[in-house]
Each structure stands twice: as C-alpha cells, then as structure tokens.
C-alpha cells in the first residue's frame, strides 16, 4: 500500500482575511430588511452600490469607492423604483451604468454621473417592462455588451439587449424560461443563475432545487440534476477547470457544496457536508487563483478553498471569522484590487446590525511588498466587451477580452471591432481604473476625459445649487489652444483667487470634492443652530440688562 500524504502544497494555504478600519468602511447605510436571498451589495472600482431600507418605494445608495467613513443620512439615493428594490448589479463593462431589479415588476437602467448621485436619482436609462410579478434576480452577460438575463415570480426568464432605442423596453429579445403545460411550473421559478466563461451556456437552480445546464439563446434545457442526495440553491460555473459547484442542503438538513460534471449531472463528482446551519451559502470563484469563497447569510465566517480539475477537487486552506453577522456580500472586480499590497480578492460585508458596509481583504503574504507579483496575477477578463449583444444573438461565442493587471499596461483586443457611434455612453464605457500600490490609478487618455468631465459636472452641480453673481462661465473652462493640456487659463470659481487651480490627478481631485463636501455639511450644521445661537445671546443681554439696573438701583 502506497503511502499518500494529507498535506497539499498550495502558494495560497497562508491567505488571510485583512478588514478595513471602521475610518475605510462605510457607516451609517442602512441596509436593506428584505429576506430574499440575494447579495444586496455591488462594486466596481469606481463606485459601491448598496440596496438601502426606505419607507414608501426603493431605493438604493451609490456611493464613490474612496468616500468612506460616515455617511449623512440625507445622502442623496438612487429611487426611481415603486417598491422594495431586491438586487443591483453593475455593468461589466461601464462602471457608471447599473441595473436593477424590484418587486415594481420592472428592471431599471440607471447611468450615474462621474462625480456619483449629488441629487435623488429617479429617472431611469431604460425600464425593462415583461415581467407581470416581482423581479427577483437579475445577471449580466459575461462578454456581450448590454445583455440583461431578468427572472421573476411569473416564472418567467428573459434576455435583454438594453442598447436599443427607447426609454421603455416591452418586448424582450430572447425568452429563455415560459410557462407552456402548467402554469407554475417550479422549474422555471430560478433560484440563481451563472454564466459560463463565453456566455454560450446557462446553469440555474430553480424552485424544485434542482441543476439545469441550459443555451440560453434558444432556451433548450441540455442537463438536469437528478440526485437526491444534494438540494440546491445556488450554481456557480467554474471557468477553466470545466466544473460546476453548487451550494445547498442534504436530506439531513447540512449544508452542503458539489462539484458536478456540466456534460452530465446524473452524478456529482464530489460531496462535502459543511456545518448543520440554516443561512444560505454563497459561492465566489476567482478563476485566476482557482481559489473557492464560502460565505454564508448570517454567517460571521468566510471558508477559502482551493480547486483542481483532479481528485479530491475541493482542498480546504483556512477561514475568516468574525463576530458580526453579514446579510450580504459584494465583491470587487479584479481590475480593482490592490496588486502593490498582493491583495487577490476583496469583499463588501453587509453587516445590518451596524449600518456598516466592511471593506475585507483577502492578502497573500510576500516578503516583497509594493512589487507586482506575476504568479499572483495572470491575464484577467478586462472591462471591454468581446462583442456587440447582436452578434452573440446571431450565434457567436467569444471568450473574454484579457488584460494585465500590471500597473501602465492596457487592455488589447484580440477581435475586430465593428465601427459603430457610441456616443458618449461609449466613451465613458472606455474610462476604466488601472490597478496600482494606490488603489488605482488611469491612463493619460482617459485621466483627460475623467478631470473634463468631473469638472464639468461639478461646476455645473455646483452653480446649481449655489448661483454667483457671475453668469458667464466660459472664462473659466480650459482653453485648449492657448494653454497646454491640464493647465488653467484662470482660476476655477470653486477656488479662492488666491489658492492654486485643481490638483491634475483623479484622486486629487476626490479628495478635494469630499474635503468641500464635508466643509458644506458643518456650514448646515452652523446654520441649524443659529436658532439656539440667537436664543442664547438675547439670554445674554437679558441678563446684562438686568445686573446693570441692579447696580445702578
């Protein structure tokens, strides 16, 4: 008999869970009451998305990444929808659109200014209209730009393709899931949903707790679970290793994960029961690493397993632990990571006991910090999309288009772009962050656009709301041909002649927004209290008045 080691070698047994300072959270958001069993949270490395509770409609917080700390509780949201909004998802590819789904019936399209939502948001892009009862999930397609896979309680599931023309979308371009024989049949009431790696194949979990393997263009059901050993609740596709992982119970009542084959889901290739708990466990896969997040609602732990297309599959590393509860989890994209700091994946804990939205990150110690570390960080999916949402209707497939996460670099595309006038949509789709040890930074191209555009919108938001006696404002724009490019012809009217023009640099320029902000709230604050102020000093000279007749007398 052959003796087999237990101890497995892994570059990634040592990861551990580093959480942010409440000073990098986010706090005061409250966060949503509703018991569905969907994320609530989303990122990208622009801005963080957070389904909020509200009285009367839904609404939900979009908030810049780097605005941390405390909240105002007037901070201006994005409720546009009639009732509770249930989940919130962010373009792949345009990090100021997101979508979102509610029990209005409807999905909403919203596109969020440069400098995030400085008033109530309540018109939409587009209002996707097909569904007759509350929408309860919503995904985006992985490589084909504005495609929207809806499902809703009229067991229904439907693609969208968002770029067409109008305000109001009635019809859907694919019908995946529809009643035919029964009128609810389990089946298509989906649980959740995962792409694979192109797009070209859809694994859900539905109402009857089973797998199915789908073509999401015509709709045609290819596998279907039969086991009864494994209930399933969530399905996650395992881009590479050509696996599918789900989550759910056994006949016993543990929770429980499975690998399956996606050719053929009579039998799992593996089973491991967890723990006896009740909550939901949500999968996160990170196809660079192969490593397997487990994060479980109510749960304080998050368990990191590592994943091999040979047996046993399923290696387990360590787990996070903490003592609050987290109600749901947002997970930032790999283009915003820290790579200086070897951060491999990052986390938004909901933790609804506190109002706090907790920043978690998932560090590979190196003796090296600061240096990019190529084992660490392959080529990824990038923020371009491989290929318009009518080519992948006519039959396409495509995988996605990769770039480096090495701080500079840019994303090439591999296949031919079609000419076509996106508009400025498309031009704000192009500004993406490249990582750095900072937490970010862009190319000079898109650093260009980025500071006209915010700086446009911040002047226009500010002349708004606080009107000078100034009315021409075009002596204050840059003027390309007498000055070179990032150079004022004069001082911006939201400096002091006397201080210097607006920092170059994006960051730069946040931080003094969120500096001018703070500065505009204590002025409020000074101004509420003016009452109290003006009660007290007539005290005052009450009071003066009184002892100076007492004296004189």
């Not at 622009?46 to 917080?61: K, N, Y």
């Not at 789904?101 to 109530?120: A, L, R, Y």
């Not at 730069?508 to 505009?520: C, P, T, V, W």
Request: contains cysteine; hydrophobic residues 35%; aromatic residues 8%.
């Amino acid at each position: 008999m052959s003796w087999r080691s237990s101890f497995r070698c892994s570059k990634f047994r040592h990861v551990f869970g580093k959480p942010a300072t409440k000073d990098r959270g986010y706090d005061g958001v409250p966060i949503t009451r509703s018991v569905h069993d969907n994320h609530y949270c989303s990122a990208n490395p622009c801005f963080i998305a957070v389904v909020t509770e509200c009285a009367g409609g839904g609404s939900f917080l979009v908030l810049p990444i780097h605005h941390t700390g405390r909240v105002d509780p007037q901070h201006p949201r994005v409720c546009g929808h009639s009732s509770r909004v249930l989940d919130v998802k962010w373009h792949p590819f345009n990090d100021h659109r997101i979508a979102s789904c509610s029990e209005d019936c409807t999905v909403k399209i919203w596109d969020i200014p440069v400098c995030g939502v400085q008033q109530n948001l309540t018109q939409a892009r587009k209002t996707l209209i097909g569904h007759s009862r509350r929408v309860g999930l919503i995904e985006w397609h992985p490589t084909a730009e504005d495609l929207l896979l809806s499902s809703a309680y009229d067991y229904k599931v439907f693609l969208w393709d968002v770029s067409q023309a109008g305000a109001v979308l009635r019809y859907p371009v694919r019908v995946v899931l529809a009643p035919l024989h029964h009128r609810y049949p389990s089946e298509m009431l989906l649980l959740s949903a995962s792409f694979n790696t192109d797009g070209s194949r859809l694994a859900v979990t539905s109402k009857d707790r089973r797998i199915r393997v789908l073509d999401p263009r015509t709709g045609q059901i290819l596998q279907t679970s039969s086991s009864k050993s494994h209930r399933a609740s969530k399905v996650l596709y395992i881009g590479g290793l050509k696996m599918l992982l789900s989550t759910g119970s056994s006949p016993w009542n543990h929770r429980q994960i499975t690998v399956w084959d996606p050719d053929d889901l009579s039998e799992p290739l593996y089973e491991e029961d967890l723990d006896g708990s009740a909550g939901v466990l949500f999968p996160f896969y990170d196809p660079d690493t192969h490593m397997l997040y487990l994060a479980g609602k109510g749960d304080g732990n998050i368990r990191y397993y590592e994943l091999s297309a040979e047996k046993p599959y399923i290696s387990f590393l360590t787990e996070y632990r903490s003592r609050l509860p987290q109600k749901g989890l947002g997970v930032m994209p790999k283009r915003g990571l820290d790579v200086g700091a070897c951060e491999v994946f990052r986390f938004y804990r909901l933790i609804a006991v506190k109002d706090l939205v907790e920043p978690l990150s998932m560090i590979v110690p190196r003796k090296e910090s600061g240096v990019f570390q190529e084992d660490l960080y392959p080529m990824t999916a990038g923020h371009q999309a491989a290929m318009t949402a009518q080519e992948w209707l006519s039959g396409i497939n495509r995988g996605p288009v990769l770039m480096s996460l090495r701080p500079g670099t840019g994303v090439a595309n591999p296949y031919p772009e079609t000419p076509a006038d996106k508009g400025l949509a498309r031009q704000l789709s192009s500004l993406r962050f490249q990582p750095g040890p900072a937490g970010g930074a862009v190319t000079g191209t898109e650093l260009g656009f980025m500071e006209e555009a915010f700086l446009q919108e911040q002047l226009a938001y500010q002349d708004a709301k606080y009107p000078r006696e100034v009315s021409d404002l075009s002596g204050w724009q840059p003027d390309e041909t007498q000055a070179p490019p990032r150079a004022f012809c004069c001082t911006p009217h939201c400096c002091e002649p006397a201080e210097r023009p607006p920092p170059p640099t994006e960051s730069e320029l946040l931080q003094a927004f969120y500096r001018q902000q703070e500065e505009i709230r204590g002025l409020r604050d000074q101004l509420n209290q003016k009452e109290v102020r003006i009660t007290r000093l007539e005290l005052e000279i009450k009071n003066t008045r009184n002892t100076m007749k007492a004296a004189t007398v």
